[in-house]
């Protein structure tokens, strides 16, 4: 991002104390200032206010199950089961009961608990027994009650004294109310235990998930693009259930498979998006993965659907969210998680470029130079996807003699062709001078 970022013509560098006009910050910044900011109108800083709404695991499941059951009430179960593309989960410790209601069910099936917070596969173990999570439970309640007696005593709000710990539900004071600093305490251990997909599409034996970038530009109305380019993670050894203590084999982060005993950097454990729908094309068929690609489409819109109304809209703000994908050997596509800052770290010189005309695809869609008509389809490697509204784009189907048809206006794993301004034929004004801090 530094590098994209101080090659944009007419960009300038601020120091900390500098104004600025654009800002790419991490969430921590963001938290810590955020509130305490004047922005000028044309301002532009890279999260909203309360992203964690979709990208913590726990508050994603919990929108996404909120937004389907109101979608069952007002629409009926077929509009409902649209939303089916998350496994069954359950956040911990506040629905650890019904979480053992649910395993008692399915005995000898495979779980996975996942930090809610957490990144890069830190903290993620699978199970099959509830030993273990008993064993995680006493663990993690002893952790949990350090961790929140020194956290709010650093704000100075409440001590331990005047508080009721409450493990199983929630973190309350005694007149039932909690400060933010409290909330944000109550979750510092929170996990999400998970059903595990346990026959994950395979290819040379290996498991993988696929990484897709959607940019949001606003939440209401809710704009969203769709970008080309994306890459399969693959893990370093071939998959079995027989070991679940593998995390090799079972994790296909990038940082876990990194530290891999057989990690070859030259090879590295990814495939561009395209070659992957090459891939898939060839040994299912064009209608299969069309199918496929619109069910991956079908995930975007309706995981930001169920935050719409939660996020605080600002127009300062957009979203470059990174969404992880697993197919199942049935070529179901099933939302793994969101992240609020997907890595920009290259694994190779091919990722290093991908990464550098995403992030390049990006700064252009919000447009600080002011060069866009707004009307734009598609700008670079990026497609609107969703502009309060469906995107369509019309193709014409020789087939049945020139009749047109409409489609999405998505073209994950397509090539990207034209360049920005070849798409967009949009006139190239004098280039304002933006200050950037990053």
């Known amino acids: 991002i530094q590098d994209v970022l101080r090659q944009r013509p007419g960009w300038v560098e601020v120091k900390d104390d500098g104004e600025w006009d654009f800002n790419w910050c991490d969430v921590g910044w963001l938290r810590e200032n955020f509130d305490h900011s004047y922005m000028e109108e044309h301002v532009r800083i890279n999260h909203f206010r309360n992203h964690y709404e979709l990208t913590r695991k726990n508050l994603m499941v919990k929108n996404l199950k909120r937004y389907r059951k109101n979608l069952e009430r007002d629409i009926g179960l077929m509009e409902a089961s649209k939303c089916d593309f998350f496994p069954c989960t359950f956040a911990l410790p506040s629905e650890y009961h019904l979480f053992v209601e649910e395993f008692k069910r399915s005995p000898g099936s495979t779980w996975i608990m996942k930090p809610s917070r957490e990144l890069t596969g830190k903290g993620i173990f699978l199970f099959r027994k509830l030993k273990d999570i008993m064993d995680w439970k006493k663990v993690m309640c002893t952790d949990f009650i350090k961790e929140l007696?020194?956290?709010?005593?650093?704000?100075?709000?409440?001590?331990?004294?005047?508080?009721?710990?409450?493990?199983?539900?929630?973190?309350?004071?005694?007149?039932?109310?909690?400060?933010?600093e409290q909330k944000d305490a109550a979750q510092v251990e929170s996990y999400v235990a998970q059903r595990y997909i346990e026959n994950p599409y395979l290819i040379n034996g290996r498991k993988f998930d696929l990484?897709?970038?959607?940019?949001?530009?606003?939440?209401v109305p809710l704009k969203a693009w769709l970008y080309r380019d994306g890459?399969?993670?693959?893990?370093?050894?071939?998959?079995?259930?027989?070991?679940?203590?593998?995390?090799?084999?079972?994790?296909?982060?990038?940082?876990?498979?990194?530290?891999?005993?057989?990690?070859?950097?030259?090879?590295?454990?990814?495939?561009?998006?395209?070659?992957?729908?090459?891939y898939l094309t060839?040994?299912?068929?064009?209608?299969?993965?069309?199918?496929?690609?619109?069910?991956m489409d079908n995930i975007f819109v309706r995981s930001l659907q169920s935050v719409q109304k939660v996020i605080i809209n600002d127009k300062h703000c957009f979203e470059l969210y990174g969404y992880d994908i697993l197919l199942d050997q049935n070529l179901k596509p099933w939302l793994i998680e969101v992240n609020a800052s997907p890595s920009h770290t290259p694994s190779s010189q091919e990722d290093y470029e991908m990464k550098c005309r995403l992030l390049e695809d990006t700064l252009n869609v919000v447009d600080m130079e002011g060069r866009l008509t707004g009307k734009e389809k598609r700008?670079?490697?990026?497609?609107?996807?969703w502009n309060d509204g469906p995107v369509y784009r019309e193709d014409v189907n020789l087939e049945t003699f020139g009749s047109s048809c409409f489609t999405a206006n998505t073209h994950l794993g397509n090539q990207t062709g034209k360049t920005f301004f070849e798409e967009t034929k949009a006139p190239v004004f004098k280039i304002k001078k933006v200050h950037v801090k990053f």
């Open 231 to 278: 890459f399969g993670r693959f893990s370093s050894t071939r998959f079995s259930l027989s070991s679940i203590d593998d995390k090799y084999m079972h994790l296909t982060n990038v940082a876990v498979q990194k530290t891999a005993p057989d990690y070859d950097p030259e090879k590295g454990c990814k495939w561009q998006m395209q070659q992957l729908r090459r």
């Open 282 to 295: 060839a040994k299912h068929g064009r209608e299969m993965v069309e199918t496929l690609f619109k069910e």
């Open 149 to 180: 007696g020194a956290k709010i005593s650093d704000y100075n709000t409440h001590t331990l004294t005047h508080t009721h710990i409450q493990i199983d539900d929630s973190v309350l004071p005694q007149d039932g109310t909690r400060s933010e």
């Open 211 to 219: 990484r897709v970038y959607v940019l949001v530009t606003s939440y």
């Open 379 to 385: 700008v670079g490697g990026y497609d609107l996807m």
